[in-house]
């Protein structure tokens, strides 16, 4: 008894394209909304996050009316991130962390 292999091995190309076709899942961030942050413009800023974590924001205004966010996120007293943000004082801005996305609205005192 011959077995017809062409149809066989079709069909297995057919189901291992099925399989590989599904993309990855990709883990959502989690969002801290740590709401309006009162800040001195041109002087470094500190703001309490989650799990002990601590963001230093030091801004500066620019020309266009913007700020410039200087950003520095310690945690056990070792810098975990640095980020910049270009932001509009009373907007909300969200920078993207390592672990989590930090949204916050900068408002200059």
Do not use: W
Request: proline share 8%; with cysteine; hydrophobic share 40%.
């Amino acid at each position: 008894m011959k077995f017809p292999i062409l149809p066989i091995i079709l069909a297995a190309l057919m189901l291992l394209g099925v399989s590989c076709s599904k993309k990855p899942e990709v883990p959502v961030q989690q969002t801290v909304d740590i709401g309006v942050v009162d800040l001195n413009n041109g002087a470094e800023n500190r703001v309490d996050l989650k799990d002990g974590s601590v963001c230093f924001i030091t801004p500066k205004s620019m020309m266009d009316g913007k700020l410039m966010l200087n950003m520095r996120v310690e945690k056990s007293g070792s810098v975990v991130a640095s980020p910049r943000a270009e932001a509009t004082p009373d907007q909300p801005v969200s920078v993207y962390l390592n672990d989590y996305i930090l949204k916050l609205t900068p408002h200059l005192k």
